[in-house]
Nanobody
Framework: QVQLVESGGGLVQAGGSLRLSCAAS????????MAWFRQAPGKEREFVAS????????YYAGSVKGRFTISRENSKNTVYLQMNSLKPEDTAVYYC???????????????????WGQGTQVYVSS
């Protein structure tokens, strides 16, 4: 089992920044890719960014590329999402996810992940 706990969400004005953290406990997320997804009210959960186990491969949704940065500190079992130049359309609940062990397919789909956090709310005011 892997437990994921997100933190760092909150209210920010457009153009501002937030840094989300995701701490893993239980069996570590050793060897697993990690990702951030988000879900706005009335919309489906969508991929934001993913990072490989050693951090060498990172993927971003087009809507956040150049503004968001995903990173990880495996010694701390923690994944981060640095969000800059935030826009009102970034308002959503942000979820951390751990990829299935040994997975090697597309990382932008929810089916790639078998552990999810409870989410942290990000609200960007205009």
């Amino acid at each position: 089992q892997v437990q994921l706990v997100e933190s760092g969400g909150g209210l920010v004005q457009a153009g501002g920044s937030l840094r989300l953290s995701c701490a893993a406990s239980g069996r570590t997320f050793s060897g697993r890719a990690m990702a951030w997804f988000r879900q706005a009210p009335g919309k489906e959960r969508e991929f934001v960014a993913s990072v490989s186990w050693i951090g060498s491969s990172r993927y971003y949704a087009g809507s956040v590329k150049g503004r968001f940065t995903i990173s990880r500190e495996n010694s701390k079992n923690t994944v981060y999402l640095q969000m800059n130049s935030l826009k009102p359309e970034d308002t959503a609940v942000y979820y951390c996810a751990a990829a299935k062990s040994g997975y090697s397919g597309t990382y932008s789909v929810t089916s790639a992940y078998d552990y999810w956090g409870q989410g942290t709310q990000v609200y960007v005011s205009s």
